[in-house]
């Protein structure tokens, strides 16, 4: 009588370890997940991190940020290039020496973007620069943003060696993005403090 109560648990825990397997089986067919680490640019103590869930062609993006300036829109993008890894620059890359890595001094090391990590609608990169539709740091610096998008099977593809980037410095501290550092290359009518990097981190795989 005992051993057939123990031949049965043994038999009970054989099946859900087998069904467990082949649902953590069907799982990794299909999602992924990667994870990257901001670090600051620019002096702007803003740190994050990222946690991507890749379901076929779904991107599932969390990201948490603290040391954004407070009470401004932040662009965040997944950049990348077609034949290389992104990496993040380094001064190395501030190549008009004036002390700062703008977007454009950024692109050889992240490459162009791929994904505008909007709060809604378009996320390509025509909304590089939808001021009103990237997130908006809280009066403490932080930013939480969630979304599910669906991503192009390059992107898909190439998520793991790509970037993340979150852009938006106030390099004064005056609490609002002024042309004090003159105007953004990428569009003149944008400060530099608005688009130049705040943080970077390049994203990987987990498991
Ligand atoms: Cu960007």
């Known amino acids: 009588m005992l051993s057939k109560k123990l031949g049965l648990a043994l038999l009970l825990a054989v099946a859900l370890s087998l069904s467990l397997a082949s649902v953590a ?3 990794g067919a299909h999602k992924k ?3 990257a680490d901001l670090n600051p640019l620019n002096h702007s103590g803003a740190y994050g991190h990222a946690l991507l869930l890749k379901d076929d062609g779904q991107l599932a993006t969390k990201i948490n940020s603290h040391g954004l300036a407070p009470n401004l829109p932040h662009a965040q993008h997944i950049h990348g290039m077609a ?3 992104s990496e993040c620059p380094t001064l190395a890359a501030d190549t008009n020496g004036d002390g700062l890595i703008n977007t454009a001094e950024g692109l050889p090391s992240y490459g162009p973007i791929q994904v505008s990590l909007t709060t809604r609608g378009d996320t390509s990169p025509n ?3 939808a001021v009103d539709r990237f997130p908006v740091a809280n009066s403490d610096g932080l930013v939480n943003y969630k979304r599910t998008f669906g991503v192009s099977a390059k992107v898909a593809r190439n998520l793991g060696d790509f970037a993340i980037v979150q852009h938006g410095v106030d ?3 005056n609490g ?4 004090s550092a003159g105007p953004s290359e990428l569009d003149p009518s944008l400060p530099q403090e608005a688009t130049i990097p705040a943080n970077c981190g390049v994203i990987d795989r987990v498991g």
């Open 33 to 35: 997940v990667f994870m």
């Open 83 to 85: 034949q290389a890894i």
């Open 127 to 129: 909304s590089a620069l």
């Open 176 to 179: 609002v993005y002024d042309f």
């Open 171 to 173: 390099l004064n501290g």
């Open 25 to 27: 089986f069907a799982n």
